[in-house]
């Protein structure tokens, strides 16, 4: 069931927004090669908490970590480790959900560390690009499908696999709600959004083949499947009769 959300939720939600927002800025300028990326989880458990909301990952389905950390070729949900050490030339996805007064926000940023090769850097830029595409002209009315063909056009156009296993959400009292939003699509297909619907937007782009595989020792680890880097970013976005409002930038 989708929900649509009354002015006063949308405030709470934006309030939510708003520290997932600033959690990531402050990884960002924290994260650096050398860094475990369980050390990376503190960050962000430390400054959702400073906020006084929670971390909606942890503990969320027997995830154990405040935030999912991925390398390079883990395309999303990766368990942060003291055994994962960051070092120059990696791309990390960092993806945060914070939840205060019953409502929760959520977004993701991929960073980059150090020296980053041209192929890492131009995946990153091509993956936040996707999103901005699929933001163009969307408002109530528009079907929700539009949101993935944008994504898929302009990652393919770019030589890029979209992964097709993982999909964006709606978003609200709980962290995944409906509808699914995937990144790929047929144009003109899928519902109309309607106005005060909240829905995470969120290309998950690989460098290589958009096939992926679960790691089945952790049940979470989901990475590519030829080995080649991925890229993820995300944020929730309100829609509004006239178009959206990126709650999370």
Known sequence: ????????????????????????EFVGSKIRAGMTTKEVDALVYKYITSCGAYPSSLGYEGFP???CISVNDVVVHGIPSDDVILVDGDI???????????????????????????????????????????????????????????????????????VRALTGHG?????????????????????????????????????GTWKVWQDSGDGWTVRTMDGLPAAHYENTVLITRDGVEILTL
């Open 65 to 67: 970590a405040s935030a």
């Open 92 to 162: 990390v996805s960092v993806d945060v959900t914070a939840e205060k007064d019953g409502y929760n926000g959520d977004a993701a940023r991929t960073f980059m560390i150090g020296d980053v090769s041209e192929e890492k850097s131009r995946l990153v830029k091509v993956t936040e690009e996707c999103f901005f595409q699929a933001v163009v002209g969307l408002k109530a009315g528009t079907p929700l499908y539009d949101i993935g063909y944008a994504v898929q056009t302009h990652a393919e156009a770019n030589g890029y696999g979209v």
């Open 171 to 207: 978003i609200g009292r709980d962290m995944h709600e409906d509808p699914a939003v995937p990144n790929f699509g047929r144009k003109g297909t899928g519902i109309r959004l309607k106005a005060g619907m909240t829905i995470c937007i969120e290309p998950m782009i690989n460098m």
């Open 1 to 24: 069931m989708i929900h649509i959300k009354t002015p006063e939720e949308i405030e709470k939600i934006r309030v939510s927004c708003r520290i997932v927002k600033e959690t990531l």
